[in-house]
């Protein structure tokens, strides 16, 4: 079956604008992530999704940042008035559904390139 | 706090055998996941540990000791296509329910004939 698909793959924008960046994830999967990997740096944890709810979003760097999903399937991820230091790669993960209280692994998605000029 | 360290490149020769450690401090622990992500590609997942042992899988196998916060990834008989970035992740106490995982910087290992 498909995997995660994200779209754009790579996405160029001016300082101060704003970009929609989306995540098709695994069917079935209930579980949906947003990670950012800039430059160097590990993957660093956005928000999460459990079906259309957000129950942590802790990683959200500013309130600039923002995602939703509709019908337990597609998310967007939205920044507006993007800054130079938001460059980096958005990479978007799902799972299936816990069980037994443990969630499964993680699949990735090929991730959107962002780049701020 | 929460912190994950982990070689930052490694250079091993192919048909060999490599070893790549990672330490970790969480807020508690439930897991440890190793993945794979060659350049411009997407992470794939390569093992999960969360009881103290060796899991073993093909060529690849992972190490957890929980009471001392380490984890190692062996790969033996090295292949060119090992080379690649190798992520080590800690899905801290609390997050059994989210899932949420949080990540080493990435080891960048480079196989050479």
């Known amino acids: 079956g498909a995997g995660v698909s994200q779209s754009p793959s790579n996405k160029v924008t001016e300082k101060g604008k704003d970009v929609e960046l989306r995540c098709d994830p695994i069917?079935?999967?209930?579980?949906l992530y947003w990670y950012r990997q800039s430059l160097g740096q590990g993957l660093e944890f956005l928000i999460y999704?459990?079906?259309?709810?957000?129950?942590?979003k802790s990683g959200l760097p500013s309130d600039r940042f923002s995602a939703e999903r509709t019908g337990g399937s597609v998310s967007t991820l939205t920044i507006q008035r993007t800054q130079q230091e938001d460059s980096a790669v958005y990479l978007c993960?799902?799972?299936?559904?816990?069980?037994?209280?443990?969630?499964?692994?993680?699949?990735f998605g090929p991730g959107t390139r962002l780049t701020v000029t | 706090g929460q912190n994950i360290d982990q070689p930052t490149e490694m250079t091993a020769t192919e048909g060999a055998i490599v070893q790549i450690n990672c330490t970790y401090q969480?807020?508690?622990?439930?897991?440890l996941f190793w993945y794979q992500q060659h350049a411009g590609e997407a992470p794939t997942f390569l093992s999960y540990?969360?009881?103290?042992g060796l899991e073993e899988k093909g060529r690849f196998s992972s190490f957890l000791s929980r009471s001392k916060g380490y984890s190692y990834l062996l790969l033996k008989e090295l292949q060119m296509k090992d080379s690649a970035s190798y992520l080590c992740a800690v899905r801290p106490s609390g997050s059994s329910n989210t899932g949420k995982l949080i990540f080493g910087q990435g080891t960048t290992l480079q196989v050479k004939p």
């Open positions: 969480t807020s508690g622990f439930n897991g």
């Open positions: 069917s079935g999967h209930t579980a």
């Open positions: 999704f459990q079906g259309n709810s957000a129950p942590d």
């Open positions: 540990n969360v009881l103290d």
């Open positions: 993960a799902s799972s299936s559904p816990p069980r037994g209280g443990v969630s499964s692994e993680q699949y």
